[in-house]
């Protein structure tokens, strides 16, 4: 599978930004799917993961209540929702998928990873 992050930009704190992630290639619905961020000067970290069918979710705390995510199987995407933005959340953000049932918060777990975009969050 292939994937296509957008989105990414400059925004204000307190406010939001959403991210879409396309995929193409074989059926989407297969894949477990997460996002995961750079920030600069730091190791890749998990965000959040979501289930083939989309029915449960995986947060890192930090991310709980300000990050949603959610995917249209049908449509082949993912989206993160991200709200009340902190200067922290700046980094470059990156969807990513999975084969297998079980989300994970590792990188290295995952087979196939979109390009990246970049968030910027000023104070």
């Known amino acids: 599978v292939q994937l296509q992050a957008s989105g990414g930009g400059l925004a204000q704190a307190g406010g939001s930004l959403r991210l879409s992630c396309a995929a193409s290639?074989?059926?989407?619905?297969?894949?477990?799917v997460a996002w995961f961020r750079q920030g600069p000067g730091k190791d890749r970290e998990f965000v959040l993961g979501l289930s083939r069918s989309g029915g449960v979710t995986y947060y890192r705390d930090p991310m709980e209540g300000r990050f949603t995510i959610s995917r249209d199987n049908a449509k082949n995407t993912v989206s993160l929702q991200m709200s009340s933005l902190k200067p922290e959340d700046t980094a470059v953000y990156y969807c990513?998928?999975?084969?297998?049932?079980?989300?994970?918060?590792?990188?290295?777990?995952?087979?196939?990873w979109g390009q990246g975009t970049e968030v910027t969050v000023s104070s």
């Open positions: 990513a998928a999975r084969e297998g049932t079980r989300v994970s918060a590792a990188a290295r777990e995952y087979d196939y």
């Open positions: 290639g074989r059926t989407f619905s297969s894949y477990v």
